[in-house]
């Protein structure tokens, strides 16, 4: 009893200390709400939840989730990921949304780490969740990532698919800004593919879809368009859209500079060419551009020191990047040399415990008995997919002939039904003769002719419309034989004159059986009987 007294005690105690206040939640909902649109405001609502850790276990999820959004779209560098693996490990396949959004954002957590295997994975797991979720701005998203990572990786190919795919989705959930972020990286892969005329149609796409784009990103646009421009070696062009670039935003001004210097270099203005040079203090990742330019215009100016001084400089700026890539790859070679050498000598010293003959028919052994079992193996699998193959085929040929079978029935039940049509046909006509007759003079054998046709009607009636009389007397048990004639005269097409002069009735006392008929039909009024017998 003590026992199942504490541990209620500590059950109570443990959710107590894990427990979401109602303020703490609606500061959550309010910033989930608005995180997309303000995600400033959201991270200052986000800081006043307190200390996370004493929340419940969603909303601790939750939060982790949240706070890395808004730090994300705040433009701050989150490299750790213990915060968003409190999302991935809660969110699963029950709640796909908040599980893609935790990967996804996980993969920018691993980018920022530098581990792009880890980037990859959770980018992967990411769209497996964003495809179950059906969720257009998060495949976006994703597809976006994706491509940068291709993009990245120099694998232009998969990175346009990639593009192409995360602006289709962006566009289908109206988000017009990252569809145009999209357009324009779509751009400048096709740039990079040298494929320039492509990439100018996609810039103008952006520029006519969301012509309001903010600042910075049409600045982004202009700049694009002026280097495209520049490869084609239209200069007037590339200088026109190098100084909207500019006007529209002071961001990434290095570059415009440089690639202002690019274009005059070209149109032989070196004064302007070296005043843009000048103002660009830090050329960064353009700096081997920064430097060709300086060195071409040294050449023109006849400065032989400076082309010795500019010409060290770009072989530097080359080296720089080259030698970063290839610390980078050695880094790879390296891990991979020490694995096996670390492989190599644990073989060595396992052969050196060991009586290296023994070991080597050990191996032969185990090398006979497998080539056996595999071939018997593979006997036995092609036995199985050769009978497997075999009953497929009786399968067919089943199939085969009960299609023939079919098609020939329903051959003779055509020729049958064409058959009873023309019969039809031709006893309306000898009707048509006989009641002529028949009224000009009341004859015994004419009367039996009559009553065989009215046989005769019947029987292919019930040829063509299946079994029609007996149908019609199960359904309706109060119709007596001559209503049922009626109705089969009539659904074989017979006016009502021909029809009464066959049955020797009178027009009235015909009308009479047509109204009983019609009541016992349980006819509505203004519902044709014709019609009612042909559906029936």
């Not at 443990?14 to 959550?28: N, S, V």
């Amino acid at each position: 009893m003590r026992q199942l007294l504490f541990l209620a005690f500590a059950f109570l105690l443990f959710t107590a200390c894990h427990h979401t206040t109602p303020e703490q939640k609606a500061l959550l909902s309010h910033a989930d709400s608005i995180i997309s649109v303000h995600p400033d405001r959201a991270l200052h609502l986000l800081k006043k939840v307190g200390n996370f850790h004493h929340l419940a276990s969603s909303d601790r999820a939750l939060y982790a989730l949240l706070i890395t959004q808004a730090l994300d779209k705040c433009d701050s560098v989150v490299a750790s990921d213990t915060l968003i693996r409190i999302a991935t490990d809660y969110f699963n396949s029950k709640e796909p949304v908040r599980a893609g959004y935790a990967w996804f954002y996980r993969a920018r957590c691993e980018n920022n780490q530098g581990n792009v295997r880890g980037r990859a994975t959770s980018l992967l797991k990411a769209e497996t969740y964003a495809l179950q979720s059906k969720n257009h701005k998060l495949l976006g998203f994703v597809y976006g990532d994706e491509a940068k990572l291709y993009q990245k990786q120099n694998q232009l190919d998969s990175a346009l698919h990639c593009y192409r795919k995360g602006y289709y989705y962006l566009k289908k959930a109206g988000d017009s800004r990252n569809s145009s972020v999209c357009l324009l990286e779509l751009g400048y892969s096709l740039y990079r593919n040298q494929k320039y005329h492509e990439a100018l149609q996609y810039y103008a796409k952006a520029i006519n879809e969301n012509p309001h784009m903010e600042s910075l990103l049409k600045s982004s646009f202009r700049r694009q368009q002026c280097l495209v421009y520049y490869k084609l070696a239209k200069y007037d062009s590339a200088l026109r859209y190098a100084r909207l670039s500019f006007v529209s935003s002071d961001v990434y001004d290095y570059a415009k500079y440089v690639n202002m210097a690019l274009i005059f270099n070209k149109l032989n203005n070196a004064d302007s060419a070296i005043f843009y040079l000048r103002k660009c203090v830090n050329p960064r990742d353009m700096a081997p551009s920064f430097y060709r330019v300086w060195l071409e215009v040294s050449a023109k100016n006849k400065n032989c020191n400076g082309v010795c001084y500019y010409t060290e400089k770009l072989i530097n700026a080359k080296d720089s990047i080259y030698n970063h890539s290839l610390s980078e790859s050695f880094a790879g070679l390296e891990k991979k040399y020490k694995y096996e050498e670390i492989a190599s000598q644990n073989i060595s010293l396992t052969i050196k415990d060991q009586d290296s003959k023994i070991v080597i028919l050990f191996l032969l052994l185990l090398l006979s008995l497998g080539g056996i079992i595999f071939t018997i193996f593979r006997d036995q699998q092609k036995k199985h997919l050769l009978a497997h193959q075999q009953l497929l085929m009786e399968k067919e040929r089943a199939l085969l002939q009960s299609e023939e079978e079919k098609i020939i029935i329903l051959q003779k039940q055509l020729s049958r039904q064409q058959g009873a049509l023309s019969t039809l046909n031709m006893l309306r006509n000898n009707l048509a003769n006989l009641t002529t007759t028949q009224r000009g003079a009341q004859k015994k054998d004419s009367r039996e002719t009559i009553d065989q046709i009215v046989i005769h009607v019947i029987e292919n009636v019930d040829l063509l419309y299946d079994n029609f009389s007996t149908r019609l007397k199960v359904a309706f048990p109060d119709l007596i034989e001559n209503e049922i004639t009626i109705c089969c005269f009539l659904l074989a097409g017979f006016d009502n004159v021909t029809i009464y002069t066959t049955l020797n009735f009178q027009p009235a006392s015909y009308n009479v059986k047509r109204t009983n008929l019609r009541r016992k039909l349980k006819l509505q009024h203004g519902t044709n009987l014709t019609d009612f017998l042909s559906k029936f």
